[in-house]
């Protein structure tokens, strides 16, 4: 077990400190071993965006979904499950902005990125699928 995962628990009970400081460790320990542009440190950096946008840290968030998402599409160009979490999690922050348009283009490709690999009826599909429809769209 990772720190990434242990800190899944305090931030699903809604610990966000505790799971802030987990996935801070966790972000310092990957960047060291595997280097600043490996595919784990985009992981880290989505959850941390989460925990910002939970706070109303929405500027923070935005920074955080870009740069877990600018990694994403270097490690994985063809797009993944993770390209398509880090998608999802800007689209709720410019939500959250009242930026609703700039936010379309991104669920429309973690909705297409996850139909494609998960199928239409997985949760996380579902997930995509309701902000798309909280966007208008």
């Known amino acids: 077990i990772t720190l990434s995962n242990l800190a899944r628990i305090p931030l699903e009970r809604g610990d966000l400190d505790e799971a ?20 784990n440190n985009g992981v880290v950096l989505t959850h941390l965006a989460t925990i910002a946008r939970r706070r109303g840290q929405l500027a923070e968030a935005q920074r955080l979904a870009r740069e877990a998402l600018a990694i994403h599409e270097t490690a994985f160009p063809d797009g993944s499950q993770y390209t398509a979490s ?6 709720h922050v410019l939500l959250a902005r009242g930026r609703p348009g700039a936010a379309v283009a991104h669920v429309r490709a973690a909705l297409a990125q996850r139909e494609a690999e998960v199928g239409p009826d997985h949760e996380s599909t579902a997930e995509a699928r309701a902000l798309l429809a909280r966007l208008g769209r």
Do not use: M, N
């Open 20 to 39: 802030e400081r987990l996935y801070r460790e966790a972000l310092t320990t990957f960047r060291q071993r595997l280097g600043p542009d490996a595919w």
């Open 86 to 91: 880090a998608q999802v999690e800007l689209g």
